[in-house]
């Protein structure tokens, strides 16, 4: 249980994907100009995060095992069309939820947050329950700095921002000053 | 190639280098550029890596254009990818141990380098092989630039050294900060600053010639 708690607690603040792994840079940097939008990626990101633990559980445990050099192809394809598949299911079941994470979850495949759970869950070891609670983990980090920086970036619409500054040379001094806060949960766990 | 005409072999090559600089212009393939550049050696091996996979990649889909049906092309791009990144990983893994252990889950990561797909979409799949080829030499190089430089100025700050050779000697006191994740996205960020100030510079020194062009007339 407490191994769990370690797994969970480290993805998502001391090992955070976005601030510490730099994985999934390109929404985190794009997409992150408004709260809302920024939360409902967070939301999509995390599902298919989870889906993806799911899926490389099952690759690993089933079919990889017999050709490793296959992993790389077999993560993305399945991953890929797994993804593909619910969103159609979710399109047809419900509608409304569609409507919340719709046009990012194609997009989201391509995200190397992605593949990056997969594989890290892959070198670690990590059985079922450990690879779902690290995707939730992940998932949880990648939100929580999504809606931190986008919190940032529509205050410094507000202010007056040198011109040269503008843009993503000021997003990366933030998203730098971010990933300094979050060192400070390094020492979390280091006293027990 | 109709299109091919008007493209010159060494303008191809060139313009990844500086002027469409996939990382300082275009802002692409961010993930591995910053996770890996805490250290001049290991921001060199990723983008060798990165330059194998692009070339092979690049010549693959501009060689087998005709036959990739347009609906299912990005997962095809993909797989071609794949298969050079695992290449590029084993091989790595026989000959550079150390420096592959170090790099860990990030060279598999260079399928989702959104730069390589897009250099694909772009521009392989829609000329042939040897202006592909050469487009994806001035890429990978316009990106092992831009991985080299942060990686050695990160190096430089943050551990005193290049390649390992100590630089300042004893007295000199290294901003840990610069290896760590932060010094990545700060360093970045300036370096970027930087591209906006020399584009704003020839901005205006090109409107000044032109001011004077018209007050000459």
């Known amino acids: 249980m407490n191994e769990l708690v370690w797994i969970f607690v480290s993805a998502l603040l001391i090992n955070n994907f976005v601030l510490a792994y730099f994985l999934g840079l390109c929404p985190f940097l794009g997409v992150s100009g408004r709260l809302e939008t920024s939360f409902r990626l967070g939301l999509a990101t995390t599902f298919v995060l989870i889906v993806t633990a ?25 991953i890929a069309s797994t993804v593909q598949f619910i969103e159609m299911a979710i399109k047809k079941l419900s509608p409304a939820l569609f409507k919340a994470l719709g046009i990012f979850l194609p997009l989201i495949t391509t995200n190397c947050a992605i593949l990056g759970l997969a594989i890290f869950a892959t070198n670690r070891g990590y059985n ?3 690879g779902l ?9 990648f939100t929580l700095a999504m809606v931190l920086m986008a919190g940032l970036r529509e205050e410094t619409e507000l202010s007056d921002v040198p011109a040269l500054m503008q843009g993503t040379a000021l997003n990366l001094i933030i998203a730098g000053i971010l990933s300094m806060a979050f060192m400070g949960f390094a020492g979390l766990f280091s006293s027990t | 190639m109709d299109m091919d005409k008007n493209l010159d072999t060494y303008q191809e090559f060139v313009k990844g280098i500086w002027r469409d600089n996939p990382v300082f212009v275009q802002v692409l393939g961010m993930c591995p550029m910053l996770a890996v550049t805490n250290s001049a050696v290991n921001a060199l091996v990723m983008g060798g890596a990165t330059l194998f996979v692009l070339m092979g990649s690049s010549f693959l889909v501009a060689a087998l254009k005709q036959w990739i049906p ?25 000959m550079l141990p150390g420096v592959h252990k170090e790099l860990g889950a990030f060279i598999p990561l260079i399928v989702a380098n959104c730069m390589i797909l897009g250099r694909q979409e772009a521009f392989a799949s829609r000329h042939g092989i040897r202006f592909a080829v050469m487009d994806a030499a001035g890429m990978s190089l316009g990106f092992v630039l831009a991985l080299f430089s942060l990686g050695s100025i990160r190096e430089i700050l943050g551990n005193g050294s290049l390649f390992n050779i100590p630089l300042f000697g004893e007295t000199f006191e290294p901003w840990v900060i610069m290896i760590l994740p932060p010094g990545g996205f700060i360093t970045l960020g300036l370096i970027l600053l930087f591209f ?22």
Request: charged share 15%; glycine share 4%; aromatic share 14%.
């Open chain 1, 128 to 130: 079922l329950v450990e």
């Open chain 2, 70 to 94: 347009k609906q299912v092309r990005i997962s095809l791009y993909i797989i071609i990818i794949a298969t050079f990144v695992t290449v590029a990983d084993y091989s790595l893994l026989a």
């Open chain 1, 133 to 141: 609670i690290f995707a939730l983990g992940a998932g949880a980090g």
């Open chain 1, 54 to 78: 799911l899926c490389a559980w099952f690759l690993n445990t089933y079919i990889l095992i017999h050709a490793p050099y296959l992993r790389l192809i077999c993560f993305i394809v399945v």
């Open chain 2, 196 to 217: 906006n100030w020399v584009a704003a510079r020839k901005k205006a020194f090109l409107e000044q010639v032109a001011q004077a062009e018209r007050e000459s007339l």
